[in-house]
């Protein structure tokens, strides 16, 4: 790849006006200015148009489209692919910020022939962008890391962070474009498993991406149905090759406990959105299904949700003392 290839950043968007601003100057601020920001608009029914209009920056692309929503993201996400010119994709949803090096660090990963998605560390920030944790802590272990141990890892879960990835367009074209399933309101998680079967993944050990955390985003209203990420990584498995499946080593009774306790987590994770917004009733009914269900540390967490329930008091001050990023 050519030292100052093109990146398209595909930035899908939905109601973004307190943040679509971020997102867009963290672009425009990178010391790396071969990119192109391809912004697609699902019909957001706020600002978040008008803001955008205003950066006259020729290398931000604005489409609006009727909305769609997140069961038809992939479509939202090809759009852009199709219109793309850059020979590598990088993905920046409209709330989320980019440090100022990051397409800088990354790009010369593309160098070599067999990389088809770079990533790394992952910022989370609360609403006003200021750093609650960063994930991994450590990324050592995957320096040397096979694509056959990068992919039993993924299939337990997916911990490559959309703000942090930059694919191979090739690569994406060659498995048709960013994947989704029907019951996942998601296309990251799909497209990394069938992009570590073509080529190599290369992971820079610096923060990528700052990722928000808030109320509104998928990842906290649609926590459920985002945990059958468990159920797809079952239904990938299945149709792996023999041989592919035999070099794993993981087997389908490990996935399927894997999958428990991903709707475990996620039934927690509802407890505490509930709680933010006064929920009390349904914090306690999904407190109680983690208290019983969950791992000593669920269960932990599921009572003190529990008590927090009762009293009508707040529960995030609980996570940060945990080390748990906070949803406010």
Known sequence: ???????????????????????????????????????????????????????????????????????????????????????????????????PYKL?????????????????K???????????????????????????????????????????AIC???????????????????????????????GNFSVVDEILGYWRLHGQQVSSTMVLPMAEAGRYSIDFFKRMPQELVDSVGVSIDELLFNQRRQIIRATFHLGRIALIYGKWHEAKSNFKKALIEGRPITKLGALVGLICAYFKIDYEWVAGLRGNPRFK
Not at 84 to 90: H, L, T
Not at 108 to 114: C, I, K, L, Q, T
Not at 171 to 196: C, R
Request: hydrophobic content about 40%; glycine content about 6%.
């Open 104 to 120: 800088e660090r990354q790009i010369p990963s593309f160098r070599h022939e067999d990389i088809v998605l770079s990533w790394g």
């Open 168 to 198: 191979r367009k090739s690569a994406l074209l060659s498995i048709g474009g960013f994947k989704q399933t029907e019951y996942l309101p998601l296309v990251d998680y799909p497209t990394w498993l069938e992009l570590i079967l073509i």
């Open 122 to 164: 992952v910022a989370f920030v609360n609403i006003d962008g200021k750093i609650i944790c960063i994930v991994p802590k450590v990324l050592k272990w995957l320096n040397n890391a096979t694509r056959e141990q990068i992919l039993k890892q993924l299939l337990f879960g997916n911990f490559i962070f959309p703000c942090t």
């Open 1 to 99: 790849m050519e030292q100052h290839s093109l990146v398209s950043i595909i930035t899908p968007t939905y109601n973004h006006e307190k943040f679509i601003a971020q997102c867009i100057e963290s672009v425009l601020a990178q010391t790396y200015p071969y990119w192109e920001q391809i912004i697609i608009d699902d019909g957001s029914t706020d600002r978040t148009g008008e803001i955008v209009k205003q950066y006259k920056d020729e290398r931000i692309k604005y489409v609006r489209q009727d909305n769609i929503g997140i069961w038809n993201l992939s479509k939202t996400y090809n759009r852009a692919l199709q219109i793309s010119k850059g020979g590598v994709i990088a993905v920046l949803e409209g709330d989320d910020f980019w440090p």
